[in-house]
Nanobody, 115 residues
Framework: QVQLVESGGGLVQPGGSLGLSCVAS????????MDWYRQAPGKQRELVAR???????YYTDSVKGRFTISRDNAKNTVFLQMNSLNFEDTAVYYC?????????WGQGTQVTVSS
């Protein structure tokens, strides 16, 4: 059974940092592309960052230079380090992968940027 469990969200002031983690199980993590998505209130869910390997990553334009995606295949974990956070980064952040012919989502973790 594929499971994705996110953690690390919380409340942070503008300009602050947070680190998210997603622990995966039930599939071959090291062979899988891992994504972080987010969904802000009233908006569609959007892809934030993607990683295949440390040298093969993607970031949406609004987070380039501020967010870093990484993975630890020994721990079946993908990370999202978020720096210089601003109000527009407020959202529920979801871990995602596609395996066995379908997509899987974690339960999400709330990130709130507020002064």
């Amino acid at each position: 059974q594929v499971q994705l469990v996110e953690s690390g969200g919380g409340l942070v002031q503008p300009g602050g940092s947070l680190g998210l983690s997603c622990v995966a199980s039930g599939f071959t993590f090291s062979d899988s592309v891992m994504d972080w998505y987010r969904q802000a209130p009233g908006k569609q869910r959007e892809l934030v960052a993607r990683i295949m390997s440390e040298k093969d990553t993607y970031y949406t334009d609004s987070v380039k230079g501020r967010f870093t995606i990484s993975r630890d295949n020994a721990k079946n974990t993908v990370f999202l380090q978020m720096n210089s956070l601003n109000f527009e980064d407020t959202a529920v952040y979801y871990c995602n992968t596609r395996t066995y012919g379908k997509g899987y989502w974690g339960q999400g973790t709330q990130v709130t940027v507020s002064s």
